[in-house]
């Protein structure tokens, strides 16, 4: 699990924050879906949760591992995969998974073995010798994805990890993520795509210019913004003040 405490960020000399005073917890055994329009704060909040970035004021406790005070122990303890996996293009594939094998030092045998089985999930195994530049966009996304796997980390954080994706691999992220769930993981994701999030999330969180709209499940938002019958996209739409909601004809 982890808990982002009172965490801010501003990236101009104005005061605006792009993340203003977050506060959010994420719960083992639960897919946390975090949702918002673009520039709402998703990938600034997630890029301070894996410390990417360091925020001007709060902190990120990682397994009740402060990532401000021990920053190596807590980021031991997730495994990232961006939204853009363009990076390491010279190195071969099998290479890049070797390095991530390292830097957490994953032995030698889970190692191979690990590889061996999400390669194979991933249609990666035959390419793994191939340089990475070489790939197409989709596959440098699953290989991100089985680097992040191999780590078998506590706590899995994804932005917009289905973006590139065709449909087998999508599906077969989506599965993997209820199965760290349910073995007690933490696995936390943004996105874009409503329908996914409604079918999958255990909890959602929508922020809007760096604030928290709501936190909760599916049920608790429906309860509380929305009408019989409405979809997530419909809610969200609402709670963001879209125009589009707004005029919406039936189409």
Known sequence: MFEIKGV?????KNGVKAVNSLNLTVNNGEIFGFLGPNGAGKTTTIKMITGILPPDEGDVILNDISLAERPI???RTFAFVPDNPEIFSRLKAIEYLNFIGDVYKVSLEERKSRIEFYCNKFGLKDVLGNKISSYSHGMKQKLFLIASLITEPDNWILDE???GLDPEAAFIIKEIMRERANSGKTVFFSTHVMEVAE???DRIGIIKKGELLFVGTMNELKEKHGQEGQSLEEIFLKLIGSEVQEGKNDF
Do not use: D, E, G
């Open 199 to 201: 079918k999958l999330c």
């Open 73 to 75: 122990a807590a980021k």
């Open 161 to 163: 990890p289905m973006v």
């Open 8 to 12: 801010s960020k501003s990236y101009n």
